[in-house]
């Protein structure tokens, strides 16, 4: 049973930082992605960021520069540090661990980020 538990969400003023982080447990494959995605009311789910097992990383365009993605992969971690928050930023955050040979896809349960103006 793969579990993902999310941590770091909270209410921030514009221009501020928060850090996410999600830890991974349960037989998990070392070939992954890991990532985050995230769904402000009325809206689909979005990716924000995703980080391979090889440290290759690919972010959406409307954080890129102000969010950075990492992972430890000894430990099953991945870490969303985020700056420079906008109104637009907020949203429920998830994790995600995805495994490319398997197709298996895991999701933590969300963390509230509400950045106000």
């Known amino acids: 049973q793969v579990q993902l538990v999310e941590s770091g969400g909270g209410l921030v003023q514009a221009g501020g930082s928060l850090r996410l982080s999600c830890a991974a447990s349960?037989?998990?494959?070392?070939?992954?992605?890991m990532g985050w995605y995230r769904q402000a009311p009325g809206k689909q789910r979005e990716l924000v960021a995703y980080?391979?097992?090889?440290?290759?990383?690919n972010y959406a365009d409307s954080v890129k520069g102000r969010f950075t993605i990492s992972r430890d992969n000894a430990k099953n971690t991945v870490d969303l540090q985020m700056n420079s928050l906008k109104p637009e930023d907020t949203a429920v955050y998830y994790c995600?661990?995805?495994?490319?040979?398997?197709?298996?896809?895991?999701w933590g349960q969300g963390t509230q980020v509400t950045v106000s103006s």
């Open positions: 995600n661990v995805f495994e490319p040979y398997t197709l298996a896809n895991y």
């Open positions: 349960g037989s998990i494959s070392s070939i992954n992605a």
């Open positions: 980080i391979n097992s090889g440290g290759s990383t």
